[in-house]
């Protein structure tokens, strides 16, 4: 008896907190969805298009972001574009969602420390040669480094990073969420250092983001030191970073999300 | 809120459930004073190790106060890595709680509610050699509440005493992914200890 009775408990504990985790799905009329394969990988990547509601009317070219891990946080970004474009009175961007086509932990991360990791190069090429061409050929979109954001979390955060410092003309913006910065003894810190003369004095905006509960020995330190140079280097920045209170890897994710696009809509 | 009223429902349904199926209690059973000192592990994959104590009161049969305070060396096994190293990671958490305590013949169960807060102390440095070395250090208090379930062994004045603590701060759920609660399922304690019979 005692068993079953601790075992409904549970049960509807488990089921208050499942019912918290409520998904606003995104207009279906404004998104398009398309599949790409890549002939460099030999993935196909589905994708699917966030549209502003004036995107037939208005005429104009619209900014881009660019999101990895899409398959999770599309409805979440392009939800909250749409209404901090509203808030702001500023035009709204096209959300580019890109999902799952191999292992993230290949696609985001940039050098091979085991079967399953590595491939943050070819996946680098795959998105400035495959996808943002294809992109820009369809839609009316700016096509300038300054419009395109990339938009990351964890190993998508260290592919931002990664991104950033080897082809720094690709994207103007970043938000990088609780990026694995500490992943191959900081090897993204290390290409930072690397290319740092030829980064530093272009214009760009980047956002940090991480949970202040992140205290699994490796994710802390790294992100303040890559904060600390990015701010002591790199003069023509927007930086900004935020530590969501007592939250941890994943349970920091959205808030930091919404705060990122938040300043990306503030100070792009 | 409407969640939360639930929550508080269905403790109040199962308080009232349990304690209304005891009938016939054994007196040796019955403390109204204890203290259970305990070590424990939190879910995390058992990287954190836990000192605690609990002191339960039941002023009657059923109604059952109660104090937990736990220190907690955190991610113990994970000290240096990547050239990272944890200077020092910890914290400690202390509750207070109300519930009900009901019986069976070698055993008694208590469920709390439990509030209190917690405080957390950790510092990281990067040391890599290629990289200018830089420490962050993050302190700082925060609201503790849940769930908690003791289960007391033994009818002599020392017993075994098992407990499990369903943090349930931060409230509610940021996010739309079930791993999104990732800091409150790794933070559930599991402890085990010898408690004391005072009264």
């Given at each position: 008896?005692?068993v079953i009775?601790g075992i409904?408990v549970?049960?509807?504990?488990l089921?208050?907190?499942?019912s918290?985790?409520?998904e606003?799905?995104?207009?279906?009329?404004?998104?398009r969805?398309f599949t790409i394969e890549?002939p460099?990988?030999?993935?196909?990547?589905?994708i699917?298009?966030a549209?502003?509601?004036n995107?037939?009317?208005s005429?104009?070219?619209?900014?881009?972001?660019?999101?990895?891990?899409?398959?999770?946080?599309?409805?979440?970004v392009?939800n909250?574009?749409?209404?901090?474009?509203d808030?702001?009175?500023a035009p709204?961007?096209?959300?580019?969602?890109?999902?799952?086509?191999?292992d993230?932990?290949?696609?985001?991360t940039?050098t091979?420390t085991?079967s399953?990791?590595?491939?943050?190069p070819?996946?680098?090429?795959?998105i400035t040669?495959e996808?943002?061409?294809?992109?820009?050929?369809?839609?009316?979109v700016e096509?300038t480094?300054?419009?395109r954001?990339?938009?990351?979390?964890?190993y998508g955060g260290?592919?931002?990073a990664?991104a950033?410092?080897v082809?720094?003309s690709?994207?103007g913006?970043?938000i990088m969420l609780?990026?694995s910065?500490?992943?191959d003894d900081?090897?993204?810190m290390?290409?930072?250092?690397?290319n740092?003369?030829d980064?530093k004095?272009?214009?760009?905006?980047?956002?940090?983001?991480?949970g202040e509960a992140?205290?699994?020995?490796?994710?802390?330190a790294p992100?303040e030191?890559?904060?600390q140079?990015l701010h002591?280097?790199?003069?023509?920045m927007?930086l900004?970073?935020n530590r969501?209170d007592?939250?941890?890897h994943m349970?920091?994710?959205?808030?930091?999300?919404?705060?990122g696009?938040n300043?990306?809509?503030?100070?792009? | 809120?409407?969640?939360?009223?639930y929550l508080f429902?269905?403790c109040a349904l199962f308080?009232?459930?349990?304690?209304?199926t005891q009938s016939r209690?054994?007196?040796?059973?019955?403390?109204?004073?204890?203290i259970?000192?305990?070590?424990?592990?939190h879910?995390?994959?058992?990287?954190?190790f836990l000192?605690?104590?609990l002191?339960q009161?039941?002023?009657?049969k059923?109604?059952?106060?109660a104090?937990?305070?736990?220190?907690?060396?955190?991610?113990?096994?994970q000290r240096?890595?990547?050239?990272?190293?944890?200077?020092y990671?910890?914290?400690?958490?202390?509750?207070f709680?109300?519930?009900t305590?009901?019986?069976?013949k070698?055993s008694s169960h208590?469920a709390?509610?439990?509030?209190?807060?917690?405080?957390t102390?950790?510092?990281?440095?990067?040391h890599?050699?290629?990289l200018?070395?830089v420490s962050v250090?993050?302190n700082?208090?925060?609201?503790d509440?849940g769930?908690m379930?003791s289960?007391?062994?033994?009818?002599k004045?020392c017993?075994?005493?098992f407990?499990t603590?369903?943090p349930l701060?931060p409230w509610?759920?940021?996010?739309?992914?079930?791993?999104?609660i990732?800091?409150?399922?790794d933070?559930i304690?599991?402890?085990?200890?010898?408690?004391l019979?005072?009264?």
């Amino acid at each position: 008896m005692t068993v079953i009775l601790g075992i409904i408990v549970m049960a509807l504990v488990l089921s208050v907190l499942l019912s918290s985790c409520e998904e606003e799905i995104f207009n279906p009329a404004l998104t398009r969805t398309f599949t790409i394969e890549s002939p460099s990988i030999g993935v196909t990547y589905p994708i699917q298009v966030a549209l502003p509601e004036n995107y037939n009317t208005s005429g104009e070219k619209f900014s881009t972001i660019y999101v990895l891990d899409g398959d999770q946080d599309f409805d979440l970004v392009a939800n909250t574009c749409k209404s901090l474009s509203d808030r702001y009175g500023a035009p709204n961007v096209i959300v580019v969602s890109i999902g799952y086509g191999r292992d993230r932990s290949i696609d985001y991360t940039p050098t091979k420390t085991g079967s399953s990791t590595g491939g943050a190069p070819e996946f680098l090429e795959f998105i400035t040669s495959e996808l943002i061409p294809k992109i820009e050929q369809d839609y009316n979109v700016e096509t300038t480094r300054e419009s395109r954001t990339i938009l990351g979390h964890s190993y998508g955060g260290l592919f931002g990073a990664y991104a950033f410092a080897v082809n720094n003309s690709v994207f103007g913006n970043y938000i990088m969420l609780s990026p694995s910065l500490w992943f191959d003894d900081e090897v993204s810190m290390i290409l930072e250092k690397q290319n740092r003369v030829d980064n530093k004095d272009v214009s760009q905006l980047v956002f940090m983001g991480i949970g202040e509960a992140e205290n699994t020995g490796k994710m802390q330190a790294p992100f303040e030191a890559y904060y600390q140079i990015l701010h002591d280097n790199y003069s023509d920045m927007s930086l900004s970073k935020n530590r969501e209170d007592d939250l941890s890897h994943m349970g920091s994710k959205d808030p930091n999300i919404v705060k990122g696009l938040n300043y990306y809509f503030q100070n792009r | 809120m409407k969640s939360l009223t639930y929550l508080f429902l269905a403790c109040a349904l199962f308080v009232c459930t349990t304690a209304s199926t005891q009938s016939r209690i054994p007196t040796a059973v019955v403390r109204q004073l204890t203290i259970e000192p305990g070590v424990g592990i939190h879910t995390n994959f058992g990287t954190d190790f836990l000192l605690t104590n609990l002191v339960q009161w039941n002023p009657t049969k059923r109604f059952s106060l109660a104090s937990h305070t736990s220190f907690n060396l955190n991610n113990i096994y994970q000290r240096d890595v990547n050239y990272v190293k944890t200077n020092y990671n910890y914290s400690i958490n202390q509750k207070f709680g109300a519930g009900t305590t009901f019986y069976s013949k070698k055993s008694s169960h208590t469920a709390l509610l439990m509030i209190g807060f917690k405080y957390t102390a950790f510092k990281e440095t990067l040391h890599n050699p290629d990289l200018d070395p830089v420490s962050v250090t993050i302190n700082g208090f925060s609201p503790d509440y849940g769930l908690m379930y003791s289960y007391k062994k033994g009818l002599k004045k020392c017993f075994f005493t098992f407990r499990t603590y369903i943090p349930l701060y931060p409230w509610p759920v940021k996010g739309s992914n079930i791993d999104y609660i990732d800091g409150n399922r790794d933070s559930i304690a599991v402890e085990l200890g010898i408690g004391l019979k005072i009264k």
